[in-house]
């Protein structure tokens, strides 16, 4: 019987941190030359409300990367995840866990479908989670006009708009979910097969690595996190948002603080920490942006350079290793 692999994780180049302290500080001086402030209380609690909401979804679709796959449904799930918490919940404290619940279930039930299709029916990923994101999308246009539900009081004060002092709990929560990711990645078997499963797939089911259940657990765990990333922003609205996933451009902004977090998108290489600085950089991109009041067109042509940027940069950091490797 074959001796199964397991393949250490390379750890993430700390370039998107030193990107991170560089934009805070040129940012910090634009905007006080521009007569306002960078670091006060309101602009840094916005800015993790929005890593918090970016941050749970780009973790899981490290988990699904990491492997070598993807998922584009994550911003239907975040959607449809905000209806079923605010239609179950109907504005009661006492409906609060049993929706959570339901959120979650219905999240996991969508990942299974996801890593099924990838695995069983061997259907490329893209495709795979962008027919089950259009699924999703033409239940939430047929069914929905704009908001409903309403979100329990409790969940709103707690995990909507509550600090520990300048942090909100969400971002907490985004804590706790990325260690927990980070262990799972790092420490234990799962971890160790899920890289090797998007190092290479082959030498990994040679080895004894069950490729199937890694992947399709990556996937139910990314749809978990797109699930409880709907759970905030209900909190956060109200009531349920049949298009605030899409809105949001939450699929797109989650790869985007993945591959800028260091993950390599052919899998097999990165990690939960870059990702997190990824998530940190975005959200301080848009925080600089917004107190310089720039257009949001002009917004998103800059993020997009800098992700340009940054997936040249590991390119050819990835190519000189190679060619290193091979004299």
């Given at each position: 019987?074959?001796?199964?692999?397991?393949?250490?994780?390379?750890?993430?180049?700390p370039?998107?941190?030193?990107?991170?302290?560089?934009?805070?500080?040129?940012g910090?001086l634009?905007v006080?030359?521009?007569?306002?402030q960078?670091?006060?209380q309101?602009t840094?609690?916005?800015?993790?409300?929005?890593?918090?909401?970016?941050g749970?979804?780009?973790?899981?679709?490290?988990?699904?990367?990491?492997?070598?796959?993807?998922?584009?449904?994550v911003?239907?799930?975040?959607?449809?995840?905000?209806?079923?918490?605010?239609?179950?919940m109907h504005?009661?404290?006492a409906?609060?866990?049993?929706?959570?619940?339901?959120?979650?279930a219905?999240?996991?039930?969508i990942?299974?479908?996801?890593?099924?299709?990838?695995?069983?029916?061997?259907?490329?990923?893209?495709?795979?989670?962008?027919g089950?994101?259009?699924l999703?999308?033409?239940?939430?246009?047929?069914?929905?006009d704009?908001?409903?539900?309403?979100?329990?009081?409790?969940?709103?004060?707690?995990?909507?708009?509550?600090?520990?002092?300048?942090?909100?709990?969400?971002?907490?929560?985004?804590?706790?979910?990325?260690v927990?990711?980070?262990?799972?990645?790092?420490?234990?078997?799962?971890?160790?097969?899920?890289?090797?499963?998007?190092?290479d797939?082959?030498?990994?089911?040679?080895?004894?690595?069950?490729?199937?259940?890694?992947?399709?657990?990556?996937?139910?765990?990314?749809?978990l996190?797109?699930?409880?990333?709907?759970?905030y922003?209900?909190?956060?609205?109200?009531s349920?948002?049949?298009?605030v996933?899409?809105?949001g451009?939450y699929?797109?902004?989650?790869?985007a603080?993945?591959?800028?977090?260091?993950t390599?998108?052919?899998?097999g290489?990165g990690?939960?920490a870059?990702?997190?600085?990824?998530v940190?950089?975005?959200?301080?991109?848009?925080a600089?942006?917004?107190?310089?009041?720039?257009?949001?067109?002009?917004?998103?042509v800059?993020?997009?350079v800098?992700i340009?940027?940054?997936?040249a940069?590991?390119?050819?950091?990835?190519l000189?290793k190679?060619?290193?490797?091979a004299?």
């Open positions: 019987m074959s001796a199964v692999v397991t393949l250490p994780v390379k750890r993430t180049a370039g998107v941190f030193i990107a991170l302290a560089l934009t805070l500080a040129v910090w634009v006080m030359l521009n007569g306002g960078l670091f006060n309101a840094t609690v916005s800015l993790l409300h929005v890593a918090a909401g970016l749970l979804v780009a973790v899981g679709q490290t988990l699904v990367i990491l492997g070598g796959s993807l998922d584009l449904s911003a239907y799930v975040i959607s449809l995840s905000t209806l079923v918490a605010a239609e179950t504005g009661s404290d409906a609060l866990l049993p929706a959570v619940g339901l959120v979650l219905v999240s996991a039930g990942g299974l479908v996801n890593g099924l299709l990838v695995t069983k029916l061997r259907i490329n990923a893209f495709i795979a989670t962008v089950v994101g259009l999703l999308k033409g239940y939430l246009d047929n069914g929905y704009g908001p409903a539900g309403k979100t329990a009081p409790a969940l709103v004060a707690s995990l909507g708009y509550q600090r520990v002092g300048p942090v909100p709990v969400s971002f907490l929560l985004l804590m706790g979910v990325a927990a990711a980070w262990f799972a990645v790092t420490r234990t078997r799962f971890g160790h097969h899920l890289v090797a499963v998007g190092g797939p082959e030498v990994a089911r040679l080895s004894g690595v069950r490729n199937d259940r890694v992947l399709v657990t990556a996937h139910v765990l990314c749809s996190c797109a699930g409880l990333a709907g759970i922003l209900a909190s956060r609205l109200g349920g948002a049949p298009r996933g899409v809105e451009l699929d797109l902004e989650s790869i603080a993945v591959v800028l977090g260091g390599a998108l052919a899998g290489r990690g939960v870059g990702t997190v600085g990824g940190l950089l975005l959200a301080s991109i848009d600089i942006f917004n107190q310089l009041e720039v257009d949001a067109f002009f917004k998103q800059i993020r997009g800098v340009i940027a940054a997936v940069v590991y390119a050819r950091r990835s000189r190679r060619r290193g490797t004299v």
